[in-house]
């Protein structure tokens, strides 16, 4: 696979500030990348080597095989897009206005325009100011001027802040198809649930460090964190099956238990449960995102990066 | 190129949509009718009176409020813009830093020539029109130095404005610096210079030339020195006469006036982190 983007032992300081350290990151083509972490992790410091905006202190960074702050930034610039976090807009210009300023500065086709404000569901609303516009509105309005000119890769730094479920799930479903197309994607988020579905691979930062990187898949057996086991039935009636290999248990209610199971014991918990009597339904919970990035914030921030396990 | 021609044209849309450029020009319009008008009511008359007096009272209104509408026309031009949030994606776009800047210069450059040009000709036709015997063609000319060099002066002002607001980070800031940078050069300076001038009772040949460090009174020079009978007013006939204080000398030092902040600023601005 061609990687898109290599980040070679990067470190970015800021003073004493060290807001990247040794950073090794290569992203696929075509794929979509989170970038998770607590406020002050480094995301958004990625991003802005990545855009060229600020320069690495050590370390080589390059991007479509160029440095990003160097002689070809401007070629470079127009194959990306950039969606900022707290993104603003002209106030007193309509959401046409402001794509069409920001489309001839990147010498995009402006017939795009329209098309890319149905496509982020501001056709009505593209002739009212800025100034009138929701929050939703203004991150819809900041999508669109993202992919003004066919950008092959997208950088959007916490695009779901301050969106209602729905708007989420439109806005992944965007990202989703521009990946199809061939778009790779790199987005950072704080928000967990709703992310997971859309991502290829994850990149868990913490104080500048990289704490994991891989599927999630890769994550979870990496964690090797316990999967959870939800039992529906007539818990009063039937006592609890003795002897589960089972590390923890709890009631959740007089119908629901719940048990933490670890990854080689699943099969015989299952069997056993499956073979109690009363017991009406058996739900079988995978460790979300949300689990892993705990687990990774907190076990590896204190000691060394964790290896790349591809 | 095509970048900064975008930059200009957006500011200069935005400069229309505000109003800025018809505020400008009603302001500077009317205010130079009426102290045409009004000029002589001191001395019990109402009316045209001369050119010279005309011209000496409309260089002075004009160094008061060009450079201050320069200075709230362009204080914010970068750290407006970083406030808003918009700077930073403007920066990811395929334009230089410089292209972006001096996009800008061009934009405020041109609605302030265009609004001087309006509510200065305004107020030249409306004197024409309503003078008893004005001579056209010394009309014409004095009106248009004036014309001229407002707009140099204001470009100076911009300069500095942006030198401001690149160097910045907030825009109540900026706002404040501006007003200063305002009070120097058009209170401050003169009155230094008036102390000066006490003081030093003999061999202050070279005072004068202390003139050439403040754009305003480059400005004033310019037009004061242009009419003769101005310089009967002003005291400055020996001035005059000198090789430094003619007219198109003052205009290339305003035009380094225009440089040099705006050089700085550029510098600045390439450098700054965002």
Known sequence: ?310 | MSATFTVARKEFQDGLRNRWVLAIALVLALMAVGIAYFGAAASGGLGFTSLATTVVSLSTLAVFLIPLIALLLAYDAIVGEQEAGTLLLLLTYPMSRSALLLGKFLGHGLILGVATTLGFGIAGIAIALGAPDVELLALARSIGLLIVSSVLLGWVFIAFAYLISVWVVEKARAAGLALIVWFVFVLVFDLALLALLVGAQNGGDWLPYLLLLNPTDCFRLINLAGIEAAQAYSGLTALARESAFQPGWLMLILLGWILVPLGLALLRFRHRSV
């Open chain 1, 1 to 310: 696979m061609n990687d898109i983007i290599t980040f070679d032992g990067v470190t970015k300081r800021h003073g004493d500030v060290v807001s990247l350290q040794d950073l090794h990151l290569g992203v696929h083509q075509g794929e979509v990348l989170a970038l998770l972490g607590h406020n002050g992790a480094g995301k958004t410091t990625a991003m802005k080597l990545i855009l060229g905006l600020i320069v690495p202190s050590e370390g080589e960074l390059r991007v479509f095989g160029a440095t990003p702050h160097g002689s070809e930034a401007n070629q470079l610039r127009q194959r990306l897009g950039f969606l900022p976090e707290n993104v603003g807009f002209y106030e007193q210009l309509s959401g046409r206005e402001v794509l069409d300023y920001f489309a001839r500065l990147k010498r995009a086709d402006r017939h795009q325009i329209d098309d890319l404000l149905e496509q982020v569901g501001l056709g009505e609303a593209s002739k009212r100011r800025v100034k009138t516009y929701s929050k939703g509105m203004r991150q819809r309005l900041g999508l669109a001027q993202a992919l003004l000119g066919e950008p092959q890769l997208l950088l959007l730094d916490e695009p779901t802040t301050g969106l209602d479920p729905a708007a989420t799930r439109d806005f992944y479903t965007t990202v989703k198809t521009l990946r199809d197309q061939g778009c790779t994607v790199l987005l950072s988020s704080h928000v967990l649930p709703g992310v997971e579905p859309y991502i290829d691979r994850a990149l868990i930062l913490g104080g500048g460090r990289r704490l994991a990187l891989g599927s999630l898949d890769e994550l979870r057996s990496q964690a090797a964190l316990p999967l959870t086991i939800r039992a529906k039935g007539d818990w009063a009636v039937n006592a609890l099956p003795a002897d589960l290999p089972a590390q923890q248990m709890q009631r959740l209610n007089g119908n629901v238990c719940e048990f933490h199971v670890r990854p080689k014991n699943k099969m015989q918990v299952l069997r056993r449960l499956a073979t109690t009597p009363g017991i009406e339904d058996i739900e079988l919970l995978p460790p979300s995102l949300e689990h892993l990035y705990t687990h990774f914030s907190a076990t590896l921030s204190t000691t060394l990066p964790a290896r790349d396990p591809s």
